[in-house]
């Protein structure tokens, strides 16, 4: 068709065609030019969508590395930290002796357990290491010696900071991380003295462990390079192959060099994102919505919602990991705009939800920077890091409160391109708190070291200057320690000795024999002693010592060795061999001195209870009227019975008193009411002979004192005053205080004593020429007055004037009194006789004369009925038979002694409860207890009084005998 000139209509072959190109082609080539574009689309948008995804997840995975970087960063810094404390403890005491090492670093590393060992290289050689155990072999190692370690010990003295080498394969076993810090000693008025070297071994599984390396169930594969701190050195954990895997990278300061972690996904970086094959679905649906538009929009939302889904998913798999976190999370743009946190840093900043829900930015920061302690550091970091977006920081915030938080900032990049900045802080409070403990203990340490230098020096001055051998074991028996005088035992130097053993000097039984011994020490709670015979390894002396071992503990309770002193005692041995001998010959004198003092009391004494008990029953009425010829003869009798009983007693004092055996019970004692009756007693006495007895002084006062003893030197005094006294004198008792004493002063109007007399008045048997007169005594009274008072802590003398008479005075302590019970009543004869004791009683005597005092005693109490045995049968046929109410036992029997009759009694049921008295002319105070402590109620010492003996019958037949 072609154009009508005539009509202007175009012909339909001009239809046909547009600038020579057939309709139908535009038609095709517009349809292949959507295609194409909807297919360039289709790549782009799968393009757009792989990089989308790609970005999401590297910014998941970099946030995760981050958090394991950080607590990498944490530990190890917090274990270098506090070894740097040991470090400053050995600048200042550059001498630490072992046991200061051991303490020192015990307290450090208490619950670290990364921290396998520390040791301490005093030039660049190992002396001190802690813990010993398992780790002796290292002593003495020089690291220079070492080519795995001199390069490392070499570059922290050059470079004079911390260098951390490794992961090392250790010996026991695992790997660990050698930290070398170097020590720089200060001197007085010259430069700075490298010392050595501290090393620190990190076991790396605790370290992987503890920083979250090892945890199962992670999202993401993690390797490692930097060994001896170059991050471009060999990988040392994980697989090597993920740095060649575009990881994402993260560098971890040293204090020397760095560490490169590589962190990928589990399974790598996938290719396309994960709905790839969804979008290209699709795009298919796009490239067909000519035809199935209806289709294809659905099919293009399910996409779009499924593709939503796994966003949203992503989404929540960082965040959950941010909120899993011990650190606080915070994401800004670089508009500074939060566009992210976890719910850690809002706890940690305090921030109210109010606050949050404003949406406020400057009103936040104005809340975090109020809480620091120095707000202006805080804001002129975070403005040099918005001016460098590329750089990294790490560093430490104070809080008002106490507080202390460790931050860290790093770029967030997408691609190669910075969109905003991640803070992480973790709240590092007790772990700083535990650094300062730690820093104020090596400050206090120092200072208490130099405090005690000079009681070190004076202290090891000692130990050379004690002549007794001292000598120190570790648990395995080496030497690590001993004085010049055991030295000397060895014929070897000091330093020579230590690090050697006792199988080096000794045969194998001598040094087994004192391995056994030293094992007997560390198991003891309690140092043991022997005495053993040594031979001299120096010049084959044998000596005896005397040996104290004990076990050395740590805090903790670990044994550290035993520690041995032994002093030379072969001559005090030879001696006390013959005091020995001559003491056993001593006791044998001193116990047939007892044995005849005790049989001579017990033949005395018989005798004389017939002779006081018949003749007090005489002076009583009890048995028939005397007329008073006959009185005054009973009296001579009864008193001279008294007087050879009086004998009889010094003598046991005096006998006492030679072997030590004087036992008192000292109280607050009154001295009115014991004044009162020592003059009652006496005046009998003194009106004999027309002497009056008087007191004077102050009244109410008290002493400390046994109120027998007492009792027996102010009868004894008074009696002396009365005796050697002029007929019609007088005898005068006062009671004074002396400054912090009592002074108590009996004075007579005698003759006097002279003064030359006076070294010899308290010697025993001097009676100062009275032995010539017809004045009774036996010259020992006043010794025993002088030893009583003297162990009642007082003092005893004497005054006199010839011709005018003498004063004998004594002084004890004042004491307060304590309310006193009353006393009982005296029972006399009469009580019995009035009917006031009922009962049945057994009398258990051998001898005649004495059961018959008895019986004619018990005549006068018509409420009581007497039995009597004198042998133990008898005694157990009466008790079966009759069972009395009262059993009075005499000790010493024929066939059975008493004490056996009494132990038959407690074992018979029906007989155990009746109580037992013990009557006996044996007056030793040892018999006396045992008897007591056999259980016999009471002891009655013949002769007896019979107002003694009726205050017992009225204790137990005081009440009616039942029917």
Partial sequence: M????????????????????????????????????????????????????????????????????????????????????????????????????????????????????????????????????????????????????????????????????????????????????????????????????????????????????????????????????????????????IFDEDPVLIELPLPHGSWRIAAIPHGGWPAHAANVWTLRLALLIVLLLVLLPAMALARTASTTRALSQRTAEALSLTEATLEATDNG???????????????????????????????????????????????????????????????????TLLFRDGRVFARFSHPQRVGSAVVGRVWSFLDVTDQTRAEQNVRELSRQLSEELERSEQQRYLLQCLLSAIPDAVWMKDPQGVFLSCNPEFAQMLGQDVDRIIGTSDDDYFPPEVAEAFRADDRRAAESTTPIRCEEWIDYVSDARRVLWATVKSAVRAEDGRLLGVLGIARDITSQHTVLTELEEARNAALQASEAKSRFLAHMSHELRTPLNAIIGFSQMLDMGALDPLTAQQQTAVSHIRDSGRHLLELINDILDLARIESGQSELNLDAIPLDPLIDEVMALSRPAADGRRICIDRGGEAGLHVYADRTRLRQVLLNLTSNAIKYNRLGGRVTIDVEPAGEWVRIRVSDTGAGIDESLREEIFQPFQRLGAEKTAIEGTGIGLIICKHLI??????????????????????????????????????????????????????????????????????????????????????????????????????????????????????????????????????????????????????????????????????????????
């Fill in 329 to 395: 999370i915070l994401v800004i743009d670089l508009a500074g705009r939060v566009v992210s946190s976890n719910q850690r840093v809002i706890d940690m900043w305090r921030i109210p939800h109010a606050l949050l829900e404003t949406g406020d930015d400057a009103q936040i920061l104005t809340h975090v920077i109020d809480q620091l302690a120095d707000p202006e550091p805080f804001v002129r970091k975070v403005r040099e890091l918005y001016e460098h977006p590329d750089a990294s920081s790490r560093d």
């Fill in 790 to 963: 003297e162990v009642m802590g007082g003092s005893i003398d004497f005054d006199s004037v010839p011709g005018q008479g003498s004063r004998f005075w004594f002084e004890l302590r004042p004491v307060h009194p304590e309310p006193t019970a009353r006393r009982p009543t005296v029972t006399t004869l009469q009580d019995g006789l009035d009917g006031q004791l009922h009962g049945c009683v057994l009398y258990v005597e051998d001898n005649p004369v004495n059961l018959a005092v008895m019986e004619h005693l018990f005549e006068r109490l018509p409420g009581v009925e007497f039995l009597s045995a004198i042998d133990g049968e008898t005694a157990m046929a009466l008790l079966t038979e009759r069972r009395p109410d009262l059993v009075l036992m005499d000790i010493n029997l024929p066939g059975m002694s008493g004490i056996e009759i009494l132990r038959w009694m407690r074992d018979h049921a029906h007989l155990r409860d009746i109580p037992v008295i013990a009557v006996s002319a044996n007056a030793i105070p040892e018999t006396i207890q045992a008897s007591l402590e056999a259980d016999f109620q009471a002891y009655i010492t013949k002769p007896f009084g019979v107002d003694q003996l009726l205050a017992q019958l009225r204790a137990y037949l005081g009440a009616p005998r039942p029917d």
């Fill in 2 to 241: 072609t154009p009508d000139s005539q009509s202007g209509r175009v012909q339909p072959s001009a239809v046909r065609r547009l600038g020579g190109i057939p309709l139908d082609r535009w038609g095709r080539f517009a349809v292949l030019l959507l295609a194409l574009g909807l297919f360039l689309a289709a790549l782009l948008a799968e393009r757009l969508n792989d990089r989308y995804s790609a970005e999401l997840q590297r910014q998941t995975v970099a946030a995760q590395a981050t958090v394991l970087r950080d607590r990498l960063a944490i530990n190890l810094g917090g274990d270098i930290q506090l070894v740097q404390g040991l470090v400053a403890l050995i600048a200042a005491e550059p001498e630490l002796d072992a046991a200061r090492f051991a303490h020192a670093a015990r307290a450090i590393l208490a619950g670290r357990t990364r921290l396998r060992n520390v040791a301490a290289a005093p030039d660049m050689v190992i002396r001190l290491i802690y813990p010993l155990e398992g780790n002796t072999a290292a002593l003495g190692l020089d690291l220079r010696s070492r080519p795995d370690q001199a390069s490392a010990a070499d570059q922290a003295r050059r470079d004079r900071r911390a260098v951390l080498n490794g992961p090392i394969q250790l010996v026991q076993g695992g790997c660990g991380f050698a930290a070398r810090f170097p020590v720089h000693v200060e001197r007085p008025g010259a430069e700075e003295r490298f010392w050595g070297l501290v090393s620190a071994l990190i076991d790396c599984e605790q370290l992987y462990r503890d920083s979250g390396l090892l945890e199962t169930g992670t999202t993401l594969e993690v390797a490692m390079r930097g060994r001896d701190g170059d991050p471009d050195s060999d990988v040392f954990f994980g697989r090597a192959g």
